[in-house]
């Protein structure tokens, strides 16, 4: 039996304890997706307490703890930390075989030197322990990123952002990079409340009056080349309902017109201007060598009440079932057809996509660029053991495994970064387990120059940051 979360936790061979020891554990991260706050990083944000570096705006972790009938006075309400810390170790103990409970200790362990199991018996403890060292030195963002062995971080930022703190880090002494992330959610989202109001934030921030659509678009690619003179080299689209309809430019024109004014605007016509707008970022995408990630098949907010007194983000959100293949097919046709599309990142919530997105990368390849169109990491509802490796397997499977650019923390928290190990460790174990089995040479300089390519070389090609 091996002991708990010991040195060989998830490594399941010699082969794949090699492999981890002497090429993945000490490489670089790129961390090309998160949610961590440039000013936060910036200003080296330290923690009173443990809970508000582990369970503020975690909601991962608050799901379960409701699951665990937990009051939400505990979770998001007024509670002190102190109690809130331990109502999540109530909960941890019920969330075995969930990978919060593996990154809770894995975060234990890395940060604060803690082995013991965190329950109820000995959360007093670790209650003590951890904010006595969150109030030493080395436990700021920028130390914990530096920890971490983090080079790139690429945050996730609205098109009107000024970007402040992302300048006055470039000017500081911090090396490690920290990039925008262009997410346009807002200004494609057009039947959405808020989007008249959110086209004059805009229309402020780029300096162009926006009253027709192809000011507009001006506005946007105004936006996007202030982004990439700010260092940043990748967007995010959240497209829930993955969408392709065709249409004029004239058409295009009438349905922002409309959707500027306030006025109703259909799905169909919604479905247009997304098709229409999405196309012409690719077309600027492609020539500033941009990645371009679609997270596709959320569904988001599905809890009215709580939505209306908690607001988003929250832990209310599950697994969409759209289909995607024909309007995703499509929608890269379309930008290929005028070669403009530019790198690629697929990303769905439901597993049930995983061989549809591993077989449409390759239809789009360039022959140019190696997995210039890639098939993103394990996401959200996903980002466990068995949804990482049927990810992973689904790739191998049906394309190049060895070109796959990994992982990202996806994360708001400062602590998240044992994940990669977590991933990592299961990369080692699936292509240590097809050399034990015959299925791949020993060959521990193809197979270690391949895990080491998909924990950070593939990625940093990749980018070019």
């Known amino acids: 039996m091996k002991a708990f979360m010991g040195d060989d936790f998830l490594l399941d061979s010699k082969t794949a304890v090699k492999l981890y020891r002497e090429y993945a554990e000490n490489m670089p991260i790129i961390d090309y997706h998160c949610h961590l706050s440039p000013k936060e990083i910036y200003e080296n ?17 608050w799901r379960i703890m409701r699951a665990n ?30 990978p919060l409970y593996s990154w809770t200790h894995l975060e234990l362990q890395r940060w604060f030197g803690i082995y013991d199991v965190l329950n109820e018996k000995t959360a007093a403890a670790i209650w003590k322990k951890t904010n006595e060292l969150l109030q030493g030195d080395g436990f700021g963002a920028r130390d914990l990123i530096l920890k971490s062995n983090v080079k790139v971080i690429c945050t996730t930022d609205d098109p009107a952002d000024a970007l402040t703190y992302h300048e006055l880090l470039k000017e500081s002494d911090f090396p490690v ?18 989007f008249a109001d959110w086209v004059r934030s805009l229309e402020s921030a780029s300096g162009i009056a926006v009253t027709t659509y ?3 678009l001006d506005a946007l690619e105004s936006r996007v080349r202030f982004f990439h003179n700010a260092g940043g080299r990748v967007s995010d689209h959240a497209l829930d309902q993955m969408v392709y309809a065709e249409t004029t430019e004239e058409e295009a024109a009438r349905i922002f017109a409309a959707g500027l004014s306030g006025e109703h605007v259909s799905f169909e016509d919604e479905k247009k201007f997304k ?23 959320a569904l988001r907010n599905t809890n009215t009440n709580k939505f209306s007194s908690l607001g988003p983000d929250t832990g209310y959100d599950s697994i969409n079932d759209e289909r995607i293949a024909k309007p995703l097919a499509r929608l890269l046709d379309s930008a290929e057809k005028k070669r403009q599309l530019p790198k690629t990142i697929l990303y769905s919530l439901n597993p049930n996509d995983n061989y549809i997105i591993a077989s449409m990368i390759n239809s789009f390849q360039d022959g140019k660029t190696p997995g210039k169109i890639q ?18 397997k689904a790739l191998s499977n049906m394309g190049l495994f060895s070109r796959f650019i990994g992982m990202l923390t996806d994360s708001r928290s400062f602590l998240s970064y044992p994940r990669h190990e977590y991933f990592r ?3 080692c174990t699936l292509i240590g387990g097809w050399a034990e089995q015959g299925e791949a040479p020993y060959d521990m300089e193809l197979l270690g120059k391949i895990v080491e390519g998909i924990c950070y070389r593939n990625a940093e090609e990749y980018f070019r940051f």
């Open 214 to 216: 192809q000011s507009y």
């Open 69 to 98: 009938g937990i009051e939400e006075r505990c979770i998001t309400g007024n509670a002190s930390d102190e109690e809130k810390f331990f109502a999540w170790a109530k909960t941890v103990p019920m969330a075995i075989g969930n």
């Open 275 to 297: 098709t229409r707008t999405l196309q012409y970022l690719c077309g600027l995408y492609a020539e500033l060598d941009w990645a371009m990630q679609f997270h596709i098949n």
């Open 375 to 392: 098939f993103g990491t394990a996401w959200w509802f996903n980002d466990t053991k068995d949804g990482m490796l049927q990810q992973m």
């Open 45 to 61: 944000k330290t923690f009173a307490t443990i809970t508000e570096a582990w369970l503020y705006g975690d909601h991962y972790k």
């Open 177 to 194: 990079q920290v990039l925008p992330g262009f997410r346009p959610d807002k200004g494609l989202d057009i039947s959405r409340p808020g």
């Open 425 to 427: 460790r299961l990369v």
